[in-house]
């Protein structure tokens, strides 16, 4: 799911009890060990104490890696920087025209990402805004859920007329809509992908980097569950997942193998589409995800920009020429995003750029940061302050012969 919801006050549910969690799980987050799965851990082994408070403890972890910018000159022991992080971080909420952009650019990421992504004062203002759940209601259904979840906002925009903001409070993952698979946990930007690679039922499409299959879902959505999506990872503890999401949202057009990235591919097949949701640094997911931040390092985007690569052309073969492939990261850094695009179109002169229509509509910084304009390009930069969501790249090509 997303990050937990953060807490929307300091002081009333802190107590030494929560505060010690969150000390713990600051204590024990590292590189290895990203805060949010150590914050699970710590929170379902200290199980259902009165006195503990999930939320207030998750939006303290989170405010925490959100503010770390402000907090290196504070003492490390004791809980100093957390509750300066906290102050800041509900002063920013209430008021963000209190922190001048400078102050913003320079502490929000590291330097080195500063010149990566190309840092804006709106991009650092949205990387400290609290994230937005968004969700995917089953095709048609967006009205339904919003009626039965409450707290629910349709986008309303473009093709994404079931994607819906949550703004309430509830653990939607014990919703019966959620066990009737009636809706998925998807970022609006995850979803922009699905109706980037726009299959048709009856094609056949690869989904590449499958993971737990958020992507395949909708592909098969949009396919209207027709047509054959090969599912390929390679983790096949998460392929093992994404086959029990499809039996709950009855999702049963696809077959599953693991596949390393090799030149060996997991099947013959020619494929009418590909999608290449490719691991990446997730620098678009920063505002959801604060720690990484600080864990990332250029060097892993330099190594990621080569999987990526690689992943790219052992893939390429296996379309079909008049085929389409999708490259979709969850990133906003230069080196992952046009870079391998430029890359791949060169070594590939065959695949030619394949003009897409935004589903989300872009802002001007996304335009020109993908160097086109809204409609007809074929690459696409989704910030994160377009629309409250990650920040994703996408750029599609057509295959020729
Ligand atoms: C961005 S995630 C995929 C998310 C997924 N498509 C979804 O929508 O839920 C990237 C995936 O690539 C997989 N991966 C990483 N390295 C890989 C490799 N060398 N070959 C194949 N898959 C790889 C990871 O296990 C991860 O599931």
Not at 308 to 333: D, E, F, M, S
């Amino acid at each position: 799911m997303n990050s937990p919801k953060p807490a929307r006050g300091a002081e009333p549910r802190s107590n030494a009890e929560n505060l010690a969690l969150v000390e713990r799980v600051i204590a024990t987050a590292d590189r290895e060990h990203p805060a949010d799965g150590v914050l699970r851990e710590v929170l379902a082994s200290a199980g259902r104490e009165a006195k503990l408070d999930a939320g207030w403890i998750s939006g303290a972890v989170f405010a925490y890696y959100r503010w770390w910018g402000w907090l290196e000159e504070l003492p490390a022991a004791g809980s100093a920087r957390i509750r300066r992080a906290l102050e800041l971080d509900a002063r920013f909420q209430q008021n963000p025209a209190s922190f001048s952009d400078a102050h913003l650019l320079a502490r929000v990421v590291p330097r080195w990402a500063r010149d990566e992504i190309g840092m804006t004062p709106a991009l650092a203002r949205a990387l400290q805004a609290h994230p937005t759940i968004w969700l995917r209601s089953r095709a048609g259904q967006g009205r339904v859920i919003a009626h039965a979840l409450g707290d629910c906002q349709p986008f309303g925009h473009g093709k994404l007329v079931d994607a819906l903001k949550y703004t309430g409070f509830a653990d939607l993952f014990r919703t019966p809509e959620f066990h009737a698979g009636q809706f998925e946990l998807q970022d609006l930007s995850s979803q922009a992908v699905g109706f980037a690679c726009n299959p048709q039922p009856g094609e056949t499409w690869w989904d590449a980097c499958a993971g737990e299959g958020g992507k395949t879902l909708h592909l098969s959505s949009l396919m209207d569950n027709r047509g054959l999506i090969w599912v390929s990872d390679r983790a096949d503890w998460r392929l093992k997942r994404l086959k029990r999401r499809a039996a709950r949202a009855r999702v049963f057009n696809y077959r599953a193998a693991t596949w390393d990235g090799g030149a060996k591919l997991p099947t013959r097949t020619r494929f009418d589409g590909i999608l290449m949701d490719a691991p990446c640094s997730g620098v678009g997911t920063w505002g959801r995800n604060p720690h990484a931040r600080w864990t990332t390092t250029l060097q892993d985007v330099r190594e990621l920009q080569d999987l990526q690569l690689q992943l790219l052309r052992h893939a390429a073969p296996a379309l079909k020429p008049g085929g389409r492939l999708i490259y979709a990261v969850c990133t906003i850094t230069r080196s992952e995003t046009v870079e391998v695009a430029e890359r791949f179109s060169r070594e590939f002169p065959e695949f030619q750029p394949c003009p897409l229509k935004h589903p989300l509509g872009v802002s001007q910084a996304g335009k020109d940061a993908a160097g086109g304009a809204e409609s007809g390009f074929a690459q696409h930069l989704i910030l994160p302050q377009d629309h409250h969501s990650n920040g994703m790249f996408i750029a599609a090509w057509t295959r020729a012969v």
